[in-house]
Nanobody, 128 residues
C-alpha cells in the first residue's frame, strides 16, 4: 500500500527557510513517474507547488516544475536511497502559509491534475 508521510513543517518568520520531507513506502519512487508538493491555504483550493520526474527516463531525469509563485525560492529534490522527496523552501513569505502535501502520480509532472495520491500534510506557517 502506498504511503506518503510528510514532515518538516513549522512556524517561521518571513524570509526564513524550511525543508519539508516526504517518506514514501509501499513502492519505490522510481516506479511512479512523478512526485510533487501541493499546498492548501484556508479558504483556498489546493494548488500545485513543485513537481519532479522520478521515473527511469534518462532524458527526463531531474526535470522539475514549479508554480510561478515559488520559482527561485523553492527547490524540489529526491533521495532514491531513502525513498524520500524534499522541498527546500527559502525566502518564505506569509502567503506561503498553508498545509503542504506530498503527492505522487504518472504522466506529465508539470500537470498538477496528473497527481492522484496525497499524504496527510504538514503545516507551514510564515509570520510577517
Amino acid at each position: 500500500q502506498v504511503q506518503l508521510v510528510e514532515s518538516g513543517g513549522g512556524s517561521v518568520q518571513a524570509g526564513g527557510s524550511l525543508r519539508l520531507s516526504c517518506a514514501a513506502s509501499g513502492y519505490t519512487v522510481n516506479s511512479r513517474s512523478c512526485m510533487g508538493w501541493f499546498r492548501q491555504a484556508p479558504g483556498k483550493e489546493r494548488e500545485g507547488v513543485a513537481g519532479l520526474y522520478t521515473g527511469f527516463s534518462r532524458i527526463l531525469f531531474g526535470s522539475a516544475y514549479y508554480a510561478d509563485s515559488v520559482k527561485g525560492r523553492f527547490t524540489i529534490s529526491q533521495d532514491n536511497a531513502k525513498n524520500t522527496l524534499y522541498l527546500q523552501m527559502n525566502s518564505l513569505k506569509p502567503e506561503d502559509t498553508a498545509m503542504y502535501y506530498c503527492a505522487t502520480g504518472a504522466g506529465y509532472c508539470g500537470n498538477w491534475a496528473d497527481y492522484n495520491y496525497w499524504g496527510q500534510g504538514t503545516q507551514v506557517t510564515v509570520s510577517s
